[in-house]
């Protein structure tokens, strides 16, 4: 078997995380290597964050052109192609592609394509084709995630789908169920609702993005069940059993008793768990915990000269985490100062409409970490640009420390949520109080006033309230 040898730093996985470590890596003159099973750009570029986007986009636009007449507008009668939304969807992330695989050229980064298994100390077997095995001084392990499983409900990739699959069906299923009811799950809703398919939801927790902020959940939750979508919280999945026809039943044990959900796709969006099987950890010495690999406060795992980064050392599970996390990795190897990115210095974003984005804590959270809080809250309605864009649906809440301003959290729902949470990311990452962004002037008309707005409201010196 072949080996190379001449590498200062190997990564394994050529994901948001890996791919920009990489890059990073050879800017900083390190010769540089990226083992990648499938497509570089990783299951986000390729069958997530980027997809998922564009198939969004397509809905949001259809749903804005029901409204033609709001905007004096007339149109005829607006459908839609599902096969042109799902190729331009398969398009775009090719495009994406494309362009990190310039990268990885322009940035003189070799590129070894088959699967990877860690083999002793600073190697690295290339598994598919000719085997070869690549050896380096560093490596950093950045292999991502898959979807969870729900014991005893077996996923056949046709009916009982993932993400993947449903990012690429070739029709638009009539009817669908959705288990878990977090980002991925209520994007798809989203998507698929928009699109004329009847879509319930059915989540264990007791409501919607539980990993929001209370308030955020249960408003968004309010609007969609107005539009007509199914939302069964507080539920569990008994049971998928063959229905008549194409149809699936399942048997769902809600609050109001056992039910049947008859549908044509159950969609399993019950999150990740980290990739870090039958990669050679345990041979390598690398200690995982609860399903990720355990890393220090420098990404360092427990075996000599091997760090990973993204999705799998665990939550966050964002694929800008990852980049961040690659970034610092790759430095504090040259033995640079590195600042560890904790939890809630994440934003968070879930791209159904309207928006949800937040930064931080949650209010509940930061009480029970013994805040004394103060909350600042403001809707879009009342924004001269909402109306104008006839979006007003939402608002923005801001968590502060009584006691001395710290601005402990974000929460915006609303249509350009995702576009507006880097500001408060900003202002947490800077240390600064939520007075900062009370007194920042703030463009009018614009939706980043109702940032100000709540700023202003949680220290106590609103105007418009």
């Given at each position: 078997m072949a080996e190379i040898n001449n590498f200062d730093l190997l990564v394994l996985g050529g994901g948001p995380g890996g791919y920009v470590a990489a890059i990073r890596a050879a800017q900083l003159g390190l010769k540089t290597a990226v083992v990648e099973e499938d497509r570089l750009g990783g299951v986000c570029l390729n069958w997530g964050c980027i997809p998922s986007k564009a198939l969004l986009a397509s809905a949001q636009l259809y749903e804005k052109l029901q409204h033609a007449s709001d905007f004096g507008l007339?149109?005829?009668?607006?459908?839609?192609?599902?096969?042109?939304i799902i190729r331009r969807s398969r398009q775009i992330a090719d495009r994406s592609y494309r362009g990190v695989s310039y990268l990885m050229k322009k940035n003189g980064i070799?590129?070894?394509?088959?699967?990877g298994v860690l083999e002793g100390k600073g190697r690295i077997r290339v598994e598919g084709g000719n085997e070869i095995v690549v050896s380096a001084r560093e490596i950093i392990l950045a292999t991502g995630a898959h979807p969870r499983g729900i014991p005893g409900i077996e996923a056949d990739r046709q009916k009982v789908i993932y993400s993947r699959e449903a990012l690429v069906l070739e029709q638009r299923p009539e009817s669908l169920v959705i288990i878990g009811a977090g980002a991925i799950g209520m994007e798809f809703a989203y998507f698929f609702h928009t699109f004329g398919s009847r879509v319930t939801v059915v989540e264990l927790l007791e409501r919607i993005l539980p990993q929001e902020d209370e308030e955020i959940s249960s408003e968004l939750q309010r609007l969609y069940e107005r539009k007509g979508m199914r939302i069964l919280t507080g539920s569990k999945v008994e049971e998928i059993k063959p229905g008549a026809g194409v149809f699936l039943s399942v048997i769902v044990q809600s609050p109001a008793g056992i039910e049947k959900v008859d549908c044509?796709?159950?969609?399993?969006?019950?999150g990740v768990t980290g990739n870090v099987e039958g990669i050679g950890l345990e041979s390598a010495g690398v200690e995982v915990e609860r399903g990720f690999i355990k890393v220090?406060?420098?990404f360092r795992t427990t075996a000599s000269g091997i760090r990973a980064i993204g999705d799998c050392i665990g939550p966050p599970l964002l694929a800008h985490a990852a980049s961040r996390e690659g970034?610092?990795?790759?430095?504090?190897?040259?033995?640079?100062?590195v600042r560890f990115v904790e939890k809630d210095q994440v934003p968070g974003c879930t791209y159904c409409q309207p928006q949800v984005a937040s930064v931080g804590l949650t209010e509940s959270a930061a009480i029970?970490?013994?805040?004394?809080?103060?909350?600042?809250k403001f809707p879009f309605r009342p924004l001269g640009k909402a109306q104008a864009l006839g979006e007003p649906e939402g608002f923005v809440k801001v968590v502060a420390d009584k006691k001395n301003g710290e601005l402990l959290g974000v929460h915006i729902l609303g249509s350009e949520a995702t576009e507006m949470i880097p500001e408060a990311s900003l202002a947490r990452w800077l240390g600064a109080g939520a007075e900062v962004l009370h007194l920042a002037v703030h463009p009018h008309p614009s939706f980043s006033e109702a940032m100000m707005e709540a700023a202003s409201a949680a220290t106590g010196k609103a105007i418009h309230l």
């Open positions: 007339t149109a005829g009668e607006i459908s839609f192609d599902w096969e042109s070799t590129v070894f394509q088959g699967r044509e796709k159950v969609l399993l969006a019950v220090d406060h420098e970034i610092s990795a790759v430095e504090s190897i040259l033995g640079r100062k029970s970490l013994g805040y004394e809080v103060t909350v600042g």
